[in-house]
């Protein structure tokens, strides 16, 4: 996770995507292209320059409307260009809780 204030440290290995929390509902929401926010891994902004990822983050940031806590995270550009989460913590975002919710009868 990179915080805002450690912008200037950005050093991407990889493809990467912006990633946060919808203000409403505290969805996982992906920065895309158009500079709006998707609960879709598949619609967000892929950059692999810490330039274009820093430049992503900044413009996340200032949309504090949308989407709360963004930040940097790694994705795996798999056959065809299907985006997959690049951790364990983006996997485990991506799919949800990780524990049943429901409440015993």
């Known amino acids: 996770m990179t915080s ?4 200037k440290k950005i050093r991407i290995t990889g493809p990467s995507v912006v990633t946060a929390n919808r203000t409403w509902d ?4 992906y920065r895309t292209a158009k500079q709006g926010w ?20 900044a413009e996340a940031t200032a949309d504090d409307v949308g989407a709360v806590g963004p930040y940097i995270a790694p994705v795996e ?3 065809g ?5 690049g951790n364990l913590r983006e996997h485990i975002r ?3 809780v990780t524990i049943d919710l429901q409440v015993p009868a």
Do not use: F, I
């Open 4 to 7: 805002p204030l450690e912008q």
């Open 26 to 29: 505290g969805a996982v929401v």
């Open 38 to 57: 998707s609960t879709e891994l598949s619609d967000s902004a892929v950059v692999s320059t810490s330039d274009d990822a820093r430049a992503l983050l």
């Open 77 to 79: 550009l798999k056959d």
């Open 81 to 85: 260009g299907k985006l997959k989460p």
């Open 94 to 96: 991506a799919k949800g």
